[in-house]
Every structure is written in structure tokens, then in C-alpha cells.
């Protein structure tokens, strides 16, 4: 669900549910009116929405909706569903080869299968569901500035519709050629679309879709559409450790709070995160390709591999037997809560957390820091870290310990741990649910939509229409290749054919962080360099001046790191996200641009290091706390903050800031000069022993500090509800 978040737009998750044996039918239905014979703008009228939708109550551009057929053979029913908006009246209607230099856009959401109807209503569409269920306008949709296209893809997602025997989709490379035949469709239906400038814009899983759909367009000789820029908002591009487990660390980073600033659990899950081969060092420019991340190691004991397993990727979908599988461990005191905590509980709670930072600590400090590694991977998680900040954050650290854990099965929705969001701790979330309005009859009928299928925001994607996994299939059954196998190939041939790439996210992110997609940028060789040559800084703002966040292009590649926002972009910072789409997607905004005049290299709008601590934009001090729209937030005590900085910029200053561009692997294979591998020897990665051990001493007083004011908090706490 790579759009879920405490709203609820999905895309890189799978729904909280068991699946179901049976793989759903589903087929189009006809309505009145509808033309005969082979597509043609005949069929404009058809798909034109013209009732009024439920609970509008206020004026909508022209747009159309309906199914269209993908062509697959022998599956007549395979269709994708489709939401369109005109920017400005006839601007979508418009004949052959009329407005040729308009640009218009498509977006898709992810999962594997979330509907894009969860943009279209939470994130950038020119409608919205309110909390209440009502339905708003959107000031600040994207398809003010150009014709704007919602679909609901592959075959079976949302609305869109798939035969059980045979009819969804194999891999990607059959998701490519369906949407191919979608578009050959669709530019018969409005045929100005064949010749002018496309925009494919999406999120999450969308990382996955967005590169195969590019590449079944560079691979076709007379593709049905003009291709031109793609953007892809925290995106899936790699294989799940590598987005999810590897960036968090610098999870921890940008949001310290997850662990209670506390420094020596810092350096336990900065051991883990080097012993899971996970340390990656960026370079600008970058040095050497980085090896692969191979299947995530797991727990030693197997069937806590297999409870881990079940949950992953445990910040993507968890499923409903994960979350009630909650008895306290004994190996670890970790506990799965179904209820509020009570004082006592409060109090027992951080006796333990002391007690877990007492055994990791000793681990860590048990190492040689001499040159010989001792240190293991945790037995009981193994390298699933992502499983392992969420259970520590529920149980040791406030707010998140003290609220309920609520998940909303049929919104993918839950707190107070929010993946999508990290500083929304509510619990439960608020939940946005467009569930009602498109299951309405009347929108149904409006939209043209089948009768044969409800409306759902996400699926368990069935891949060769099973539930069963084939060889090789990732966690979500999909037997394709990661696109970053191909990212070289398809940056070169984006390249020749001038076609620009775009990545953004939200800083607030934990499913797929952004340190997994800087990684992917400077492991990508594009117009004839690897990555970028210096490291992204220039800040861009919105249309009011406040900081929207980091911006850099070069090459003509775009990367963009937005302040304040969590895996769906346009949800959290809906203005900022349009100023983006305007200016640097569908503009040549050229801030954050490298250019080079007789040999000396600049970036317009210059570059601001000061904005960055180390690889990351430090989040929000303020955590979000209470149940729906709840509005208290939570700060830690000011000299809790300031130890954690000091102790922070230390680690800065002995981390290593170039030459190293590999990382070390669990079998020792990779490992860069002076790092630790569990079967070599050596010091921490760009760390000295003598600077390590001061580190270490230096620790203890900025430790003490945070520990009596955590036990403050809680004593006040305590004593607010005794009193």
C-alpha cells in the first residue's frame, strides 16, 4: 500500500485481510447509448458523465468515465477503468493533431492493486471525501493545469474489470502491453491525446508500473502516445528489503523520536543496520555500483522467521493474524497491544524498555572495538528492522506506547504506529473512505462503472490469477524483475528520446523512505554519468514562501524531497505538491538545476547544507497524538532534543563522507576498507577505534539526561490520570 496512510490512499499494501481462494470475476456493463463497432470520438458522448454524482453540490469540469478493453486474447472482459478531466472546455475533445503542444497526464496509484480512484479522491483530483463523508472541492487539483486522466490498473483493480480463468495479469511485462492497448483505445476515443505531450505521473507500487509501462512504450515501434516525462512519488523500484529494512536507519534519523532520542539504541540499530549489510554510503559523484541486497536474513528460529515473514512487508500490510498474534514474548518482553495501557503497565513498560536497552547495550559493547567483530545480527528479528522500530516505538516510546492499537481492516487504515505518516501517532487514524460514494448506484451508473463488482481501494493481487506464489515472486506475488535491473537501459533510452524522470517523496515516509531512492539515482548511469555529481540542497518553496523542501536536477533527471509530507505527497502538502507538478513537472522551473560555464560547476538557486544533518532532512518535532481529528501534539523536553543533537553531530562528524561506495555484506563479500563484516575484522565504517570509544564515553551523560526526563514524562502522565 503504497498509499494508505491515515487517510487511506493505498498503494504499496496489500488489504488486512485473509485472501480469498476464489479469484473474483468481474466484466463491464453496457449502457445505454453505447456505439457499435470499434472505437472512435463517437464514443465520447457515451462516456460522458452526465447525471448528477451524490452529495456534489458543486460545479465539476466536463469529464467522462467508463471501461475499456485491454485487447488481451480470449479475455473479452479484461478492461480498465477510467476517470477523465478537462482542463478548460473542448481541451480533451479536440480533434486529431488539434493542440498539439498541450500537455495532459494519467495517474496511477499502486498497491499491487489499489485503485487509483484513491488519487483521484484524496490526493489531486478536483473532488474529495471529506472525514465525514462528504464530498469537497479540491482547490489545488491537477487537473487545473492540464487534461487529467485517473485509471484503475492492471486488470482487476478498483473498478476495472478481469475474467478469474486466465485473465489478470502474468507479470509486468503483460501489465505493460494491457495498458499499451488501453492507450491505442483511448486515443481513438479522444484522438488530440495520440500526438500530445504525456505526462504518466503515480506512487508507490506505481514505481513498479510507471518504468515497465515505459518500457513497453520505448520498445514498440509506433507507440500510441507521445511520451515525454514520467514521475514516480515513493516509488517501489527495488526489492522490498532495499525500500524497506535498508533506509531505516535514517528513519531513526529524521525521526529519533521512534526510539525516545535515546543514543544507545541508536547504535544497536545502527549495528543491526551494518551486520544486515544495509550501511550504503552515498557519494557525489558516485564511485562504483552498489552489490544487490539479497533476500532479508531472518530470525534463527523458524518459526519466528515465519511469524516475520507474515507480516512482511510489516510496514506495508499486516495482516489481521500478525496484529492479534500478541502475547508477550518471553525472549524479548515485546507485546502486541489490543487495549490502552494502564498506569501500572506504564510504568512496567519502561522498566523493561530499560532493561532491553541494558541487553542490547551490553551486545554492542561486548565488540573488540579494537578490530575484531563480535557483534551478530539479532536472533530474534533478524534483519527485519522495519518490524523492529515499529515493535520498540509501540512498546518503549512515547506517544506511540500509550494509545490502543486500532487497525480499520477495510480502509488499510490503522495507529498509532501510521508507516505512511510517521508523526500522525492517533489512534485510531482518520479515516477517509470513498467506499460509500463510488458503491452508490448513482455514481455507479454515472461513472459507466460495472455492476458485476464492487468497488474496493485494494486487493490482494492475484498474478496469473492465483493466490499461490510462483518461483521467484516477491512478497506480493509478483514474479517481475525490480525495475532498478533495468534502470541503466531505460535511463539510456530516455535519454535519446529526451524523456525526462522525476522522483519525489515525502520525508515523513517509512514504507518506502527516501534514502532507498537516492540510492536507486546514484546507482543509475544517465546521459553518460552514474547519478548525481553533487548532492541535492537547493530548497524550493510554495506559492506563499513557506519551505516546501529539497529540489536538484541534472541531466535531465529531477529529484525532490518534500518537508512535512508522508508517502502520499499530494495529500499531506497538497500545495506544495501542485507548485511542484506545475513548475517542475509540467514546467522548466529550473531551480535545483547543476550547470557548468568553462569548467566551473553551479547549481541555480543555490545549494544550502545547513538543511541537511548527515543524509537526511530532520522531521517535525511535534508527534500527533489522540483519535481522528485530534489536533494535540506531543514534544519531547527541549534538553532531551539537545542531547540527542550533540550526540547526533558527533556521529556526523566521524561517519564517512566519501570514498566507500559499496556496502558490507552479511557474508563479508562487500565490505569497504575499515568496515565490519560478522566474519572479518575491522572498526565501524569510517569510524577510528579511538573515536568510536570517546563516542562512547561522551554518551553516558547526554544518556542519563534523556532517561530522567523520560522518567519524568511518565511520572507525569501517571500522575494526570491518578489525579
Not at 541508536?266 to 549489510?277: T, W
Request: negative net charge; aromatic residues 12%.
Amino acid at each position: 500500500m503504497l498509499s494508505v496512510v491515515s487517510s487511506v490512499a493505498v498503494v504499496l499494501v496489500l488489504v488486512n485481510v485473509v485472501c480469498p481462494q476464489t479469484v473474483p470475476n468481474s466484466f463491464p456493463h453496457d449502457y445505454p447509448g453505447k456505439p457499435s463497432g470499434d472505437f472512435s470520438p463517437e464514443w465520447q458522448n457515451y462516456y460522458l458523465v452526465k447525471d448528477a454524482l451524490p452529495n456534489v453540490t458543486f460545479p465539476l469540469n466536463r469529464n467522462w468515465a467508463g471501461s475499456i478493453p485491454v485487447n488481451r486474447t480470449n479475455h473479452p472482459n479484461d478492461t480498465l477503468f477510467f476517470w477523465a478531466f478537462e482542463s478548460k472546455n473542448g481541451s480533451l475533445t479536440a480533434s486529431a493533431n488539434e493542440s498539439s503542444s498541450e500537455p495532459w497526464a494519467l495517474w496511477l496509484n499502486g498497491g499491487p492493486g489499489a485503485s487509483s480512484m484513491l488519487g483521484l479522491l484524496l490526493e489531486n483530483g478536483p473532488l474529495h471525501i471529506a472525514a465525514n463523508g462528504s464530498l469537497i472541492p479540491n482547490n489545488v487539483s491537477w487537473d487545473k493545469l492540464v487534461d487529467y486522466i485517473w485509471i484503475d490498473q492492471p486488470v482487476g483493480t478498483g473498478f476495472s474489470t478481469a475474467e478469474s480463468d486466465g485473465g489478470y495479469i502474468e507479470d509486468e511485462d503483460q501489465m505493460g502491453e494491457d495498458f499499451l492497448n488501453f492507450l491505442r483505445n483511448l486515443v481513438k476515443i479522444f484522438p488530440s491525446l495520440a500526438t500530445r505531450p504525456l505526462f504518466i505521473t503515480g506512487e508507490s507500487y506505481a514505481g513498479t508500473y510507471i518504468p515497465y509501462i515505459t518500457k513497453a512504450i520505448f520498445s514498440t515501434p509506433n507507440p500510441p502516445v507521445n511520451l515525454v516525462k514520467f514521475a514516480i512519488g515513493n516509488g517501489a523500484m527495488g526489492a522490498e528489503p532495499e525500500y524497506e529494512d535498508l533506509p531505516i536507519l535514517t528513519v531513526i534519523e529524521t525521526y529519533p523520536q521512534l526510539i525516545g532520542y535515546d543514543t544507545d539504541v541508536y547504535n544497536y540499530f545502527k549495528e543491526q543496520s551494518h551486520l544486515c549489510g544495509f550501511d550504503f554510503n552515498l557519494t557525489y559523484p558516485q564511485n562504483g555500483k552498489f552489490p544487490p541486497v539479497g533476500p532479508t536474513i531472518g530470525p534463527t528460529d523458524p518459526a519466528r522467521a515465519a511469524q516475520l515473514a507474515s507480516r512482511s512487508p510489516a510496514l506495508i500490510r499486516k495482516t489481521l493474524a500478525a496484529i492479534a498474534r500478541g502475547a508477550e514474548n518471553p525472549a524479548t518482553g515485546i507485546v502486541r497491544r489490543t487495549r490502552p495501557a494502564l498506569r501500572r503497565e506504564v510504568v512496567e513498560r519502561e522498566r523493561r524498555r530499560r532493561r532491553w536497552i541494558a541487553e542490547k547495550k551490553e551486545a554492542v559493547e561486548r565488540r573488540d572495538l579494537t578490530g575484531r567483530a563480535n557483534g551478530t545480527i539479532d536472533p530474534f528479528y533478524g534483519c527485519f528492522l522495519s518490524s523492529e522500530i515499529e515493535d520498540y516505538a509501540l512498546n518503549f516510546s512515547l506517544p506511540w506506547n500509550l494509545s490502543q492499537e486500532i487497525v480499520i481492516e477495510s480502509l488499510d487504515d490503522y495507529g498509532p504506529f501510521n508507516p505512511y505518516n510517521v508523526p500522525d501517532a492517533r489512534a485510531p487514524p482518520l479515516a477517509l473512505d470513498p467506499t460509500t460514494f463510488l458503491n452508490d448506484n448513482r455514481t455507479r451508473t454515472a461513472l459507466h462503472a460495472p455492476t458485476s463488482k464492487n468497488w474496493t481501494l485494494q486487493i490482494n493481487y492475484p498474478f496469473n490469477s492465483s493466490f499461490e506464489s510462483g518461483p521467484g515472486a516477491n512478497v506480493f506475488g509478483d514474479p517481475s524483475v525490480e525495475p532498478v535491473s533495468f534502470f541503466d537501459e531505460l535511463a539510456s533510452n530516455a535519454t535519446a528520446r529526451n524523456v525526462s524522470v522525476i522522483i519525489y517523496l515525502g520525508n515523513d515516509d517509512t514504507v518506502v523512505p527516501h534514502f532507498s531512492s537516492e540510492i536507486t539515482i546514484q546507482n543509475t548511469t544517465f546521459g553518460g554519468i552514474q547519478g548525481f555529481t553533487r548532492k541535492p540542497s537547493t530548497p524550493f518553496t510554495d506559492d506563499s514562501g513557506n519551505f516546501a523542501g529539497i529540489v536538484h536536477q541534472e541531466r535531465n533527471w529531477t529529484y525532490a524531497l518534500f518537508a512535512r509530507a508522508g508517502h502520499e505527497v499530494p495529500e499531506y502538502t497538497p500545495e506544495a505538491a501542485f507548485v511542484f507538478f506545475r513548475e517542475f513537472i509540467l514546467g522548466n522551473n529550473e531551480t535545483g538545476l547543476v550547470t557548468n560555464s568553462s569548467g566551473t560547476s553551479s547549481v541555480i538557486g543555490g545549494e544550502d547544507p545547513s538543511l541537511l544533518v548527515g543524509d537526511i532532512l530532520p522531521g517535525e518535532s511535534a508527534i500527533l497524538f489522540g483519535s481522528g481529528s485530534a489536533t494535540s501534539t506531543f514534544v519531547y523536553p527541549s534538553a532531551t532534543i539537545a542531547a540527542w543533537d550533540s550526540f547526533f553531530a558527533s556521529v556526523q562528524s566521524v561517519s564517512p563522507t566519501s570514498g566507500a561506495s559499496s556496502v558490507s555484506s552479511p557474508s563479508g563479500s562487500s565490505s569497504p576498507s575499515g568496515s565490519v563484516s560478522p566474519s572479518g575484522s575491522g572498526t565501524l565504517s569510517g569510524t577510528s577505534p579511538s573515536n568510536t570509544s570517546g563516542a562512547l564515553r561522551n554518551r553516558g551523560e547526554a544518556l542519563r539526561r534523556t532517561w530522567v526526563m523520560q522518567g519524568v514524562l511518565v511520572v507525569a502522565l501517571i500522575w494526570s490520570w491518578m489525579f
